[in-house]
């Protein structure tokens, strides 16, 4: 059965820190999602990747893949308010199912 | 930008009633999916749904639940008899063929069951 760890679960952290949030799977996946979630909204999509050793940015995020360690990181550069929000890992199985992480939840003081 | 497109936004039923959640998808999207999250909770898969057939289901979806494509638009998801713990927010998602790594999810439907 395929599960995926989160952690930390709460974080919060100064404007301008560095911080890095992990996610680990338990069974081979060909696909592991970033999602973002602020409070009450859907979920926006951040990154997806596919392959050992992937690594997507975008603006103050930045998403990598390590597919023998079953470990996806989701680093967070001088974090600003604008990315207080809750930030969930997702992994598919091969039959297109996505099992979510718990998500972590980040609070950004100015 | 297109976008899946879910209604109502918010439901309040009563426990032991049935409500039926829609689901609007971008129009060449052939797959769907839904998933609900408790409040506070983790997002969680419940069914996919291709071809007029459901392709996978969790342990969630009991008999309670079912999906169906009515129109040839809309995709539902429809709840029996309500129960205290259905209380939670359903997303519907949805994707092309091709395009197998990205499902869209729409807004979201907050179902309370008193």
């Known amino acids: 059965e395929l599960k995926v760890e989160q952690n930390p679960l709460f974080l919060s952290m100064q404007e301008g820190k560095n911080y890095t949030i992990y996610c680990n799977y338990s069974?081979?996946?060909?696909?592991l999602y970033w999602y973002r979630q602020d409070p009450g909204k859907s979920l926006e999509s951040l990154f997806v990747?596919?392959?050992?050793?992937a690594v997507k940015q975008e603006g103050r995020l930045m998403a990598s893949l390590d597919t023998k360690a079953r470990l996806s990181t989701l680093h967070i550069t001088a974090a600003v308010h604008d990315l207080s929000a809750t930030y969930f890992c997702?992994?598919?199985?091969?039959?297109?199912?996505?099992?979510f992480g718990k998500g972590t939840r980040l609070h950004i003081l100015p | 930008e297109p976008e899946v497109t879910q209604t109502p936004s918010h439901q309040v039923t009563q426990m032991g009633q049935e409500v039926i959640l829609r689901c609007v998808p971008i129009?060449?999207?052939?797959?769907f999916y839904w998933y609900r999250q408790i409040l506070g909770q983790k997002v969680e898969f419940l069914v996919s749904?291709?071809?007029?057939?459901?392709?996978?289901k969790s342990e969630i979806f009991d008999d309670q639940f079912s999906v169906e494509r009515p129109d040839g638009s809309n995709f539902t998801l429809k709840i029996r008899s309500t129960k205290l713990e259905d209380s939670a927010m359903y997303f519907c998602?949805?994707?092309?063929?091709?395009?197998?790594?990205?499902?869209?999810f729409g807004a979201g439907t907050r179902l309370s069951v008193l």
């Open positions: 129009s060449n999207h052939l797959y």
């Open positions: 990747l596919l392959s050992n050793g």
């Open positions: 998602a949805t994707r092309t063929a091709l395009a197998k790594n990205i499902q869209y």
């Open positions: 069974t081979t996946s060909d696909r």
């Open positions: 997702a992994v598919a199985n091969r039959d297109d199912k996505i099992i």
């Open positions: 749904f291709y071809n007029n057939e459901i392709s996978e």
